[in-house]
């Protein structure tokens, strides 16, 4: 069986003893997406018994935490599918999120107690990013700061924490390859943010350039917003439904001061901070493989 596929069915297998038909039903009805979690897992650690629980657990409270984010931020989508929100109700979003994230933390506690620690850690994380994330939607934001401790704690602690515990398992050196996690993770969204703005709808499955209109500031916003003349003209188009005059303005001025590329080529400094801080160990090069998938996508 394909190892992506054995993950798979071991979330099943912890679903299927909560004895809850329902929880089955909406199970089926997600889509797994890339599982890039587990693939980092997977690289690191190998294939274990103790590495597919992990990939399953992180999976899941990945999976609960995008079910809460789509009742936060009213998504009828996901995935290019329609979210559990749009296809139930709210309720049902939160509820079963709730079901896939204590069930993770039930198999989480019987694991071994630094993944647990870091792992459990981490969703305070996450769920602090969130909150940020919407707090930094209120007022146009023009620290980087805020936005990359933002992305950090939303993104990328997963990430780290997946890459983390995947080397504990195995007794590697489980800084190197956090710091690779971080990184990866950070580098990540960044790119998330990127292509928002150079992707058309339909590769998206979502409106594009939907963040700005959302009041999300994200790296090339924060890029031109410091090299433009015209802030106030810019802050004036924050949250609005554009019209194409508008559109082409913002186009137009992230190619004339370099914002755009500018935040791809941060994203990609970042990425070869990750590539670093594991060149020596002897799977980078897969590491490196999971780095450039990401990386090199359409922009
Ligand atoms: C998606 O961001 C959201 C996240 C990555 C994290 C959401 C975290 C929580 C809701 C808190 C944790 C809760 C539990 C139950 C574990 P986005 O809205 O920028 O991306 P999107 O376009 O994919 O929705
Ligand atoms: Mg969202």
Same mark, same amino acid.
């Given at each position: 069986?394909?190892?992506?596929?054995?993950?798979?069915?071991?979330?099943?297998?912890f679903?299927?003893?909560?004895?809850?038909?329902?929880?089955?039903?909406?199970?089926?009805?997600?889509?797994?997406?890339?599982?890039l979690?587990?693939?980092?897992i997977?690289?690191?650690?190998?294939?274990?018994? $103790?590495?597919?629980k992990?990939?399953?657990?992180?999976?899941?409270?990945?999976?609960?935490?995008?079910?809460?984010?789509?009742?936060?931020?009213?998504? $009828?989508t996901?995935?290019?599918?329609?979210?559990?929100?749009?296809?139930?109700?709210d309720?049902?979003?939160?509820m079963?999120?709730?079901?896939?994230?204590?069930?993770?933390?039930?198999?989480?506690?019987?694991?071994?107690?630094?993944?647990?620690?870091?792992?459990?850690?981490?969703?305070?994380?996450l769920?602090?990013?969130?909150?940020?994330?919407?707090d930094?939607?209120?007022t146009?934001? %023009?620290? @980087? !700061?805020k936005?990359?401790?933002?992305?950090y704690?939303?993104?990328?602690?997963?990430?780290?924490?997946?890459?983390?515990?995947?080397?504990?398992?195995v007794?590697?050196?489980?800084?190197?390859?956090?710091?690779?996690?971080? &990184?990866?993770?950070?580098?990540f969204?960044?790119?998330?943010?990127?292509?928002?703005?150079?992707?058309?709808?339909?590769?998206?499955?979502?409106?594009?350039?939907?963040?700005?209109?959302?009041?999300?500031? %994200?790296?090339? @916003?924060? @890029?031109?917003?410091?090299?433009?003349?015209?802030?106030?003209?810019?802050?004036?188009?924050?949250?609005?439904?554009? &019209?194409?005059?508008?559109?082409?303005?913002?186009?137009?001025?992230f190619?004339?001061?370099?914002?755009?590329?500018?935040?791809?080529?941060?994203?990609?400094?970042?990425?070869?901070?990750?590539?670093?801080?594991?060149? !020596?160990?002897?799977?980078?090069?897969?590491?490196?493989?999971?780095?450039? !998938?990401?990386?090199?996508?359409?922009?």
């Open positions: 069986m394909e190892v992506l596929e054995q993950v798979k069915k071991k979330i099943y297998e679903i299927e003893v909560c004895n809850y038909p329902k929880a089955l039903e909406l199970l089926e009805k997600l889509s797994t997406g890339k599982m979690r587990s693939k980092l997977l690289k690191i650690a190998g294939l274990s018994e $103790d590495s597919i992990l990939c399953a657990v992180v999976e899941m409270i990945h999976a609960a935490s995008l079910l809460h984010d789509d009742v936060i931020d009213e998504a $009828d996901r995935r290019g599918k329609p979210s559990i929100n749009a296809l139930y109700s309720k049902t979003s939160i079963f999120g709730d079901i896939l994230y204590s069930r993770a933390f039930t198999e989480l506690s019987q694991m071994d107690k630094r993944v647990a620690y870091h792992i459990s850690n981490t969703v305070t994380e769920s602090i990013g969130e909150m940020m994330d919407v930094l939607t209120l146009f934001n %023009t620290s @980087y !700061d936005y990359l401790t933002m992305i704690k939303k993104t990328a602690s997963l990430i780290e924490a997946s890459a983390r515990s995947a080397a504990i398992l007794g590697l050196d489980s800084e190197k390859y956090a710091l690779y996690g971080k &990184n990866l993770g950070l580098a969204q960044m790119i998330d943010d990127i292509l928002d703005i150079t992707q058309d709808s339909e590769t998206l499955g979502k409106p594009a350039m939907l963040d700005f209109v959302e009041g999300k500031v %994200t790296i090339p @916003y924060l @890029y031109l917003y410091e090299r433009v003349e015209e802030k106030d003209y810019l802050k004036s188009l924050y949250k609005k439904e554009l &019209n194409s005059e508008e559109l082409n303005w913002i186009k137009t001025k190619k004339e001061t370099n914002a755009l590329n500018d935040s791809i080529n941060e994203a990609r400094k970042i990425g070869l901070e990750a590539i670093n801080s594991i060149k !020596d160990e002897k799977n980078s090069k897969d590491l490196v493989d999971i780095m450039k !998938d990401m990386i090199e996508r359409e922009f």
